[in-house]
């Protein structure tokens, strides 16, 4: 099979099943000229599809963030991960669906509709990167990329039984990815098996001079990681996580996972996070903030869409905003914009920024001692679509396993666990000390 023929069958493969999945907002019909140049296989990404999220941009399709801000605005750059997999000669093959703006855990604040989970199609497959997983969970591809503010690859990796990492914050440039909440956004991969997530994660990793947070360290080789010992890693169990809205079925699964470990001579202890009850008020003020701030420069001048029929300046910032953003969208806009304010910063953001060190301290104190943290990555299985979306607070309590790993920088993925009653796949989360995602290769590897 020569690397057009791949590119070739990948894209019509998908269009055969999109109507389906709504995996993709975008395919790049130009894939398999692309294609065609790659003759030397000299890279483990040559000629490999690979998707990548509509939040990232790319020169050669739409970038739409999955917004009606966004419908046709097309990048004059690539982002840093795009160049990097370009340059190991991997094919960028299409640009799979997320929430608006990557707000939301369901892909159902799409301006692009829903997509739809390979397993049951009545459910959502998470999100907000959830036309990347699936993209892979059916098949389409082998390889996407994602991003993850409180939980957007693990969260939808959980629910569509792939594998999904976001690194350490830092580990991988975000020049490029249209920012959501930056002192929490990371991209990071999503595939079925670790190997290949080892892979890509080795090519998009690295400093760039363009991301100032972006991290100096040295990127290990992660395939190395692999398929080592599990005999004497210590992993901590918070007992938190088997608590707040947790369904029987996945404690049952994420159990019998961890047990798995147990047996093979790993030293399991239950923990706790005493912070866990705080996270999610703390995270959704400090993602909202961030996003008010980002997203002023959807303004109608600068990028994509613009209202028609204004009279004034003042017309074209409200006019526009009020139709190119969705309902979510503004919603955090305004709650961000409110706890920025001069009168309620101190009660509302400055509590949030204090409540986001505590639970990052609770974290350090388990890694002094701990190699590993584990849980379930999501509170249930993949929920039906429509069952939560009139209802944010319900929708946002489905973050509480997540959310914490972003607000302490730490790597963290989600790895197939088991099937629920429900016959849905239930995820186990792995997180890891920062800059340890090599911990994380070996027991999810370990565990496949
Ligand atoms: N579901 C969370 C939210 O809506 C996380 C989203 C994300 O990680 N991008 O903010």
Known sequence: LSAKELATNTLDNIKKTDDKFNSFISLNENAPKEAEAITEFDTPLAGIPIAVKDNIVTTEMKTTAASRMLENFVSVYDATVVSKLKDQKAVIIGKPNLDEF?????????????????????????????G?????????????????????????????????????YGRVSRWGLIAFSSSLDQIGVMTKRVKDAAYVLNAISGHDERDSTSSMREVPDFTKALNKDVKGLKIAVPKEYFEIGVSDEVKRVVNEAIKVYEENGAIVEEVSLPH???????????????????????????????????????????????????????????LGTFSLSAGTYDAYFKKAAQLRTLIKQDFDRLFEKYDLVMGPTAPTTAFGIDAKNDDPMTMYANDILTISANMAGIPAASIPAGLASDNMPVGLQIMAQRFDEEAIFNAASFYE
Do not use: C, H
């Open 132 to 168: 990347s997983a699936t993209a892979v969970a059916s098949g389409q591809v082998v390889a996407a990329l994602g991003s993850d503010t409180g939980g957007s690859i693990r969260q939808p990796s959980a629910f569509t039984g792939i594998f999904g990492i976001k690194p350490t």
């Open 276 to 334: 866990t009850k705080y996270v999610i008020p703390t995270y959704y003020l400090i993602a909202s903030s961030e996003a008010s701030s980002n997203l002023q420069r959807f303004d109608g001048i600068r990028y994509g869409f613009r209202a028609n029929d204004v009279k004034s300046l003042a017309d074209v910032y409200v006019k526009t905003r009020s139709e190119g953003f969705g309902d979510e969208v503004k919603r955090r806009i305004m």
């Open 102 to 130: 990557a707000m939301g855990s369901s892909t159902e604040t799409s301006y692009f509709g829903v997509s739809k989970n390979p397993w049951d199609q009545t459910k959502v497959p998470g999100g907000s990167s959830g």
